[in-house]
């Protein structure tokens, strides 16, 4: 089956570091992408892993290890507009479905 | 160079009335995405099609839902005899002929059935 678990909902201070985790058990992978959705809004395109090991763009980074099925995105310096959810969601074999995760919703706080 | 658009953004139907919404791609685009989003949940895919062509529906009911992207104009996704469980948020997303990983989503159309 098809499964992409991360964490429904996380709390971070402005300024700080936050660590949002995916797993994903999919029955084809070719590539893993983050996304970021603030409410009512289009999700925009934050990083696009396909190979192992940490991507770093700005302020966000993500790993990936396909042995582990896992990926996590980094984002440094948190700032009050990175309030938003975060999806996690991974490209199937064959490179045209994609698979969402439910998405986490990050607060961040002054 | 436009991005996605998608209309209308909120449309508003009684039940067993007809959805039609529209998509159109970036500009150098040849492959759409359409997705739904129930509200608190992620993006569920529903289908994949390149001009003319169908090319994944798995994601689409199988009943009452249909999609088109033909050679002029928009894509439409199209839902008869709409039910209150068919209000969510359709997403359209785009991608060029090379680098087809990379999809651009449209603002979405808010769907509302009273």
């Known amino acids: 089956g098809q499964n992409i678990d991360q964490p429904t909902e996380m709390t971070a201070t402005e300024g700080a570091i936050v660590q949002i985790n995916c797993t994903y058990q999919?029955?084809?992978?070719?590539?893993l992408f983050w996304y970021q959705q603030h409410a009512g809004e289009a999700p925009t395109f934050l990083s696009y892993n396909v190979l192992d090991g940490l991507e770093e763009k700005g302020r966000f980074s993500s790993f990936l290890s396909r042995s582990k099925g896992y990926s996590y995105l980094l984002l440094k310096e948190l700032q009050m507009k990175d309030s938003a959810s975060y999806l996690c969601a991974v490209l199937n074999t064959g490179g045209f479905k994609t698979i969402f995760g439910a998405g986490t919703r990050l607060f961040v706080k002054a | 160079n436009a991005g996605v658009m998608q209309n209308p953004r909120h449309l508003v139907r009684r039940r067993g009335q007809e959805a039609r919404l529209r998509c159109s791609p970036m500009?150098?685009?040849?492959?759409v995405y359409w997705y739904r989003q129930l509200p608190e949940e992620g993006l569920k895919f529903m289908v994949y099609l390149q001009k003319e062509n169908i090319i994944d529906e798995s994601g689409m009911p199988k009943e009452r839902f249909s999609a088109e992207f033909p050679k002029e104009g928009p894509s439409i996704l199209r839902i008869q005899q709409v039910v209150r469980g068919d209000s969510a948020a359709y997403f359209c997303?785009?991608?060029?002929?090379?680098?087809?990983?990379?999809?651009?989503f449209g603002p979405g159309t808010r769907l509302l059935v009273l």
């Open positions: 997303a785009s991608s060029p002929p090379v680098d087809q990983e990379t999809q651009y």
């Open positions: 999919t029955s084809g992978f070719n590539g």
């Open positions: 500009k150098g685009h040849s492959h």
